[in-house]
């Protein structure tokens, strides 16, 4: 993989072409409901990450296949005068179910050995199909969660010390979407009607002419004003509820380290004071103390837990209460309209 030029800007938008916009689609769908992943190309530059280009990586599990699919690509780029800057990879998403331990390592592994300023970009076919808009979002580690990762230290103190929450694993960076001018011509082109004059019934009713609405390629799709409950609700509180479940047994074993390291304090302090009243009656009779600090080799307190796996959970089930906002709102708008047009 080649490596980005250094730059020392802040990232702060993610700018994407509509052709990886549409490859980003269109593998996303083809595979779907499996999760895919692709390259980003592109370059880093102002603090905008352009992302001018992209491809799929390999479905099948082997690494070594995998890499060596990959410098082919960039090679082949590289020959025909393309763009094969690696400024990060996307993955698909069901449901917003994408906040995983696989995310996070992949994610590190980019900023760590490619750039800091690596995104990876989430698109959620189910969400952009049950609600009727593009779902891309981009994401990048903060820079406090990656030195924390690096030290493989997640205990309550440390993170307490860190001041690292599940609000603050991932920074999401704006997306926007830049066209060519050509190809922005191309669309308004397209957005005309084609329409033979003969159909017309007068000049001035363009604006109320079905016929004319009709022939529009790039028609209004009304699909979004539809008062049936669609599943992705159903979906997300079951997903939701999954969460819920996993993140109690993760409580549940932290609650039993907490109630062991209580047990072996109690030996701790119990042995202690029978080792302090036989050192006392030794002084008494003039004999040397024993040593106290045999405690350390007598008993060992158990290790805490990591809390990264709680940490995980917590943002996910973050994730999956916004889109059950986001997705409630207007569902609920919309019939509440409908009830007052009845009356």
């Known amino acids: ?162 001041k690292l929450s599940f609000s603050n694993i991932f920074e999401e960076l704006p997306v926007q979407v830049h066209n060519s001018h050509l190809v922005t011509l191309m669309l308004h082109n397209i957005e005309m009607p084609k329409l033979d004059a003969s159909r017309l019934r007068s000049p001035a009713t363009f604006g109320a002419n079905t016929e004319l609405n009709e022939a529009r390629p790039l028609a209004p799709n009304f699909d979004v004003l539809d008062l049936e409950l669609d599943p992705f609700m159903q979906k997300n509180l079951e997903y939701l509820l999954d969460c819920s479940d996993v993140q109690q047994q993760e409580l549940n074993n932290y609650q039993y380290w907490q109630r062991s390291v209580a047990r072996e304090q109690t030996k701790i302090q119990a042995w202690l004071t029978k080792r302090r009243q036989e050192n006392a009656i030794r002084a008494e009779k003039g004999q040397a103390p024993l040593p106290e600090d045999e405690v350390n080799t007598l008993f060992k307190l158990p290790a805490e837990p990591s809390r990264l796996d709680s940490m995980i959970l917590t943002a996910q089930m973050h994730n999956f209460t916004k889109q059950l906002n986001q997705f409630a709102g207007p569902s609920l708008a919309r019939l509440y309209s409908i009830q007052e047009l009845q009356k």
Request: charged fraction near 20%; hydrophobic fraction near 40%.
């Open 1 to 162: 993989m080649a490596a980005t030029l250094p730059t020392s800007e802040p990232l702060h938008t993610v700018q994407l072409d509509g052709l990886v916009v549409l490859k980003i689609i269109k593998h996303c769908r083809e595979s779907f409901p499996s999760d895919v992943t692709g390259q980003l190309l592109g370059l880093d530059e102002q603090g905008v990450l352009e992302v001018t280009n992209c491809f799929p990586f390999p479905s099948d599990t082997d690494e070594n296949a995998s890499a060596q699919y990959q410098l082919d690509m960039m090679r082949c780029l590289r020959a025909v005068n393309v763009d094969n800057n690696t400024v990060g990879w996307y993955r698909s998403a069901h449901l917003g179910n994408f906040v995983d331990l696989n995310l996070i390592d992949t994610q590190y592994s980019y900023q760590k050995s490619l750039s800091a300023h690596s995104a990876v970009i989430i698109h959620d076919v189910s969400k952009s199909a049950a609600q009727g808009n593009l779902s891309l979002r981009a994401f990048r580690l903060t820079e406090a969660f990656m030195k924390q990762y690096e030290s493989k230290k997640f205990t309550t103190e440390s993170l307490a010390k860190a």
